[in-house]
T-cell receptor, first 118, second 115 residues
Framework: GAVVSQHPSWVICKSGTSVKIECRSL??????MFWYRQFPKQSLMLMAT?????????EQGVEKDKFLINHASLTLSTLTVTSAHPEDSSFYIC??????????????FGPGTRLTVT | GDSVTQMEGPVTLSEEAFLTINCTYT??????LFWYVQYPGEGLQLLLK?????DKGSNKGFEATYRKETTSFHLEKGSVQVSDSAVYFC??????????????FGKGTHLIIQP
């Protein structure tokens, strides 16, 4: 149980375009979802925290107008990279945590999405 | 802010060797500590966790003890196998938002086990 999927797993887009990444909890209700970014041979860096039905909370230094996050339901959160540039190329990973008392706030991670901006 | 420091690899060991991957942290309050493992082509999986000082997390032969006095959470395994080859991440959760906090990760340690 507690499976998180991401789609797509790999995407290439041209500079200036936008790309949307989906994160789904397949077998549990995710009250909170997190988006991380991982550079090659680097740690995962928390970008933002999203709660179902409310605005995402962004970490310091993350542009909220560039990285749009929507958590419209208890099983789906989306990250849209707007007007992408080559420096946005990275590995984006989501995680989800369930209702208190059920999943003990343990985070379950998706497999990640590799974004390449040309 | 919070931070996690772990030894950087790659760490190369022979099968059946003893493994230690060091992890130290800086955090305010009472964080929870985690070790995650990432196998090639897969997402991060929780390996073990500890939620308070002196707790020992264990799973699949791996162990780590939450040491508040040394702010450490070193990962150990007595006899590694080739299948343990992966990237290991130490992480903490600050617990400032009732548990719904994002994680702070170390840079990861690439472990290579040779037969």
């Amino acid at each position: 149980g507690a499976v998180v999927s991401q789609h797509p797993s790999w995407v290439i887009c041209k500079s200036g375009t936008s790309v949307k990444i989906e994160c789904r909890s397949l077998d549990f209700q995710a009250t909170t979802m997190f988006w991380y970014r991982q550079f090659p041979k680097q740690s995962l860096m928390l970008m933002a925290t999203s709660n179902e039905g409310s605005k995402a909370t962004y970490e310091q230094g993350v542009e909220k107008d560039k990285f749009l996050i929507n958590h419209a339901s208890l099983t789906l959160s989306t990250l849209t990279v707007t007007s992408a540039h080559p420096e946005d190329s990275s590995f984006y990973i989501c995680s989800a945590t369930g209702l208190a008392g059920q999943l003990s706030y343990e985070q379950y991670f998706g497999p990640g999405t590799r974004l390449t901006v040309t | 802010g919070d931070s996690v420091t772990q030894m950087e690899g790659p760490v190369t060991l022979s099968e059946e060797a003893f493994l230690t991957i060091n992890c130290t942290y800086t955090a305010t309050g009472y964080p929870s500590l985690f070790w995650y493992v990432q196998y090639p082509g897969e997402g991060l999986q929780l390996l073990l966790k500890a939620t308070k000082a002196d707790d020992k997390g264990s799973n699949k032969g791996f162990e780590a003890t939450y040491r508040k006095e040394t702010t450490s959470f070193h990962l150990e395994k007595g006899s590694v196998q080739v299948s343990d080859s992966a990237v290991y991440f130490c992480a903490l959760r600050a617990n400032l938002r009732g548990g719904a906090d994002g994680l702070t990760f170390g840079k990861g340690t690439h472990l290579i086990i040779q037969p």
